[in-house]
């Protein structure tokens, strides 16, 4: 089965602090994703990476960042958290492009809260 | 741009019956591909069906079927016999380019 493992289920943190959401995938897939998931919103894209140490800007990308050093590690870096930034965080991952048995796979979520 | 809609943020069904989630999208493509993910309260999202644009034919998984009507741009997803482990939020979804889009989500409950 795909795995996909985020490091924390809940994370509480407080304005200002520098924030690391680390995903981690064993299925060798080339492309990794972070959403925001919020309530009414959806998931909107806050960015994906398609290749070690590539990186593409999703939908929402202000008050990110992200790192992707090997292929099954993505981060995603709040550089200092704010208030605004209380959500759902999930990441994904598929094989790159478009292929008969593409489909996303996602992580169990981590649940941040902003004090 | 690439949009997926879900009209309906929340439904609820009574055990054992049929329900119809709706789904549109809008693309000037013509190869693309549809999923239904589904996210049950505290669990982790997990594919449903998924439905290429090529292939006429709906697809079917067991109770959860599709009906893809591409000139029209509809993608619903209805659930046969429906069952309280049905109880979720559905997300409809587009894939195009190496990217997913996703719809805003429809709460369903299934009521004993």
């Known amino acids: 089965d795909v795995k996909v493992t985020q490091s924390s289920r809940y994370l509480v943190k407080r304005t200002g602090e520098k924030v690391f959401l680390e995903c981690v995938q064993d299925?060798?897939?080339?492309?990794m994703f972070w959403y925001r998931q919020d309530p009414g919103l959806g998931l909107r894209l806050i960015y994906f990476s398609y290749d070690v140490k590539m990186k593409e800007k999703g939908d929402i990308p202000e008050g990110y960042s992200v790192s992707r050093e090997k292929k099954e590690r993505f981060s995603l870096i709040l550089e200092s958290a704010s208030t605004n930034q209380t959500s759902m965080y999930l990441c994904?991952?598929?094989?790159?492009?478009?292929?008969?048995?593409?489909?996303?796979?996602f992580g169990p979520g981590t649940r941040l809260t902003v004090l | 741009a690439q949009t997926v809609t879900q009209s309906q943020p929340e439904m609820s069904v009574q055990e054992a019956e049929t329900v119809t989630l709706s789904c549109t999208y809008d693309?000037?493509?013509?190869?693309?591909?549809l999923f239904w993910y589904k996210q049950p309260p505290s669990r982790q999202m997990i594919l449903v069906i998924r439905q290429e644009a090529y292939k006429q034919q709906n697809a079917t998984e067991n109770r959860f079927s599709v009906n893809f009507q591409k000139a029209a741009k509809s993608f619903s997803l209805k659930i046969s016999d429906s069952q309280l482990g049905d109880t979720a939020m559905y997300f409809c979804a587009f894939f195009l380019g190496n990217q997913f889009y996703f719809g805003t989500g429809t709460s369903l409950t299934v009521i004993p």
């Open positions: 693309t000037s493509e013509s190869n693309y591909y």
């Open positions: 994904a991952s598929s094989f790159y492009g478009l292929a008969e048995n593409n489909e996303q796979f």
């Open positions: 299925m060798d897939h080339e492309n």
